[in-house]
C-alpha cells in the first residue's frame, strides 16, 4: 500500500523563490549561484532579508544598496513571489479569511482577526488538512493532505501583510501583532517547518514579531511539546474541551494515546512557563456536553499548580456539526465558577461565523478539487 510521505517537499517548478527562506537558506542559494565566499553571501543575505521581510519588496530592481549588477543576476534567477490568493472574504465583524492556493489542488485558509492580542492577530495554518478528527470542528473532517513547508507557513503572514498594507514591518501602529498556530493541522506533528518559520516571523530585522505573540496550539502532542518550548519559546495553547478522559476520547481523539495526566504534566513541565507566561487552555462550550458546573469545577482541579488561563469557545456551528453551542447564560455561569477560582476565563467573541472563518471551521477542498472549481460547479447549478 502507498503512504503518504509528510516529511517530503512539494515540488517546484521554475525560479527559486526567496520568500519564506531563512537567512542561512538565502546565504547558501546566494553563495551557490554567484560563487561567493561565506563573508559576502551573509553580507548578501543581509541585505535581501531586510528587503524581502522589513521592507515586503518583490522587485529585485528597487533592492537599491544591492549593486545593479547583482540585482539583473537575481532577476534572471530568482523570484520573491507570494503564493495566490484565490478568495478573500471580509466579516462583517472586520475579519478576513483568505483562501490561499500553494499549488495544483493544494490550498489552506487563514484568518485576520483585528482586535485581538496588541493589535491584531493571524491564525496560519500548519498542514493542508488534519490528522486528528476532533469531532467539533470542521477541519478535522478533512483527510490530511500533506505538511506545510516553512515558506508555506510565512508566505501566509506575507500575504496578509500585502492586503493589510503593513510594510514596512516593525510599525508602532501595526495591525497585524500577533501570529496564532490555531488554523488547519496540529502544528506539533508539523515542528520542524513550524520552529522554522517562527524562526524567520520573529526575526527582529524583518517582520519582527516577538515570540511572546507567537501561540502554537496543540491538542496534546505530548512527546513534542518540550522541544517546542526548547526551540521557539512560543506561548503555548492546549485545545483541551474535557475534563476527563472519557469524554475527551470522544472529542479529542488523540487522548486514546496522550491521556489528561500525561497532557498536564507535560503542561506543568513546559519550557518558561510561569506567571508572566501562563499556559491557555482552550475549551469548547458544548450544550449539555461539557458545560456543566460541575465540569467547571473539575477544570479547576485539573488546572491546579499550572500558571494558566483558559479561553471559553462558544462552538461555531457548520453543516452537518453533531453538537450545539451552550447557551449564553451557561457560559457565563461556568466562567463564573473559574472567575471565582482565580482563573481568567475570557469567553471568546465569536468572530467570522458568518464566513466561516470561526474557531473550528476552516476546511479547503483541496482533497477532492480546488475550492474555486467548486464554487465554479455550484454557481452553474443555480
Known amino acids: 500500500m502507498a503512504t503518504l510521505d509528510l516529511s517530503k ?23 551557490e549561484a554567484f560563487g561567493l565566499d561565506e563573508k559576502k553571501a551573509k553580507m548578501r ?9 522589513h521592507y515586503g519588496q518583490t522587485d529585485f530592481s528597487a533592492m537599491t544598496d544591492i549593486a545593479k549588477e547583482m540585482r539583473a543576476g537575481l532577476a534572471e534567477r530568482f523570484v520573491v513571489a507570494r503564493p495566490e490568493v484565490t478568495e478573500r472574504l471580509v466579516s462583517v465583524d472586520g475579519t478576513r479569511k483568505y483562501l490561499i492556493r ?36 470542521h477541519t478535522g473532517t478533512q483527510k490530511l493532505v500533506r505538511n506545510l513547508t516553512s515558506a508555506e507557513i510565512v508566505n501566509q503572514v506575507m500575504a496578509v501583510k500585502d492586503d493589510l498594507e503593513e510594510w514596512p514591518s516593525g510599525k508602532e501602529d501595526r495591525r497585524l501583532s500577533n501570529i496564532v498556530f490555531m ?31 507567537i501561540t502554537v496550539s496543540t491538542s496534546g502532542v505530548v512527546p ?15 485545545s483541551l474541551h474535557a475534563t476527563n478522559d472519557p469524554l475527551r476520547n470522544e472529542l479529542v481523539p488523540i487522548n486514546r494515546k496522550y491521556p489528561i495526566a500525561e497532557l498536564m504534566e507535560a503542561c506543568r513541565n513546559y519550557p518558561g512557563v510561569g ?14 456536553v461539557n458545560d456543566s458546573d460541575a465540569e467547571a469545577r473539575e477544570l479547576v482541579r485539573l488546572l491546579k499548580g499550572v500558571p494558566a488561563k483558559i479561553n471559553l469557545i462558544p462552538f461555531n456551528p457548520w453543516p452537518g456539526a453533531p453538537y450545539e453551542c451552550s447557551s449564553w447564560e451557561r457560559i457565563e455561569g461556568f466562567a463564573d465558577i473559574l472567575s471565582r477560582a482565580g482563573y481568567a476565563s475570557p469567553i471568546r467573541t465569536p468572530r467570522g461565523r458568518d464566513i466561516f472563518a470561526a ?24
Open 9 to 31: 517537499s512539494p515540488e517546484t517548478t521554475g525560479p527559486l523563490n526567496f520568500a519564506g527562506m531563512t537567512r542561512g537558506e538565502i546565504a547558501g542559494v546566494l553563495g
Open 45 to 53: 543575505a543581509t541585505q535581501l532579508w531586510r528587503w524581502i521581510y
Open 102 to 137: 500553494l499549488g495544483p489542488g493544494v490550498e489552506v485558509e487563514c484568518v485576520f482577526i483585528p482586535d485581538v492580542g496588541r493589535a491584531g492577530a493571524l491564525c496560519v495554518s500548519s498542514q493542508v488538512g488534519c490528522t486528528l478528527a476532533c469531532t467539533f470542528c
Open 183 to 213: 488554523g488547519m493541522g496540529e502544528p506539533l506533528y508539523n515542528l520542524d517547518n513550524v520552529a522554522k518559520a517562527i524562526d524567520v516571523i520573529s526575526d527582529g530585522d524583518g517582520i519582527s514579531l516577538s515570540r511572546r505573540r
Open 224 to 238: 513534542e511539546m518540550h522541544r517546542l518550548g526548547e526551540e521557539t519559546a512560543a506561548m503555548l495553547a492546549i
Open 275 to 288: 506567571n508572566a507566561r501562563r499556559i491557555t487552555f482552550e475549551y469548547v462550550m458544548l450544550k449539555d
Open 359 to 382: 474557531c473550528g471551521q476552516l476546511k479547503s477542498e483541496s482533497v477532492k478539487k480546488r475550492a474555486s472549481e467548486a464554487r465554479k460547479e455550484r454557481m452553474g447549478a443555480v
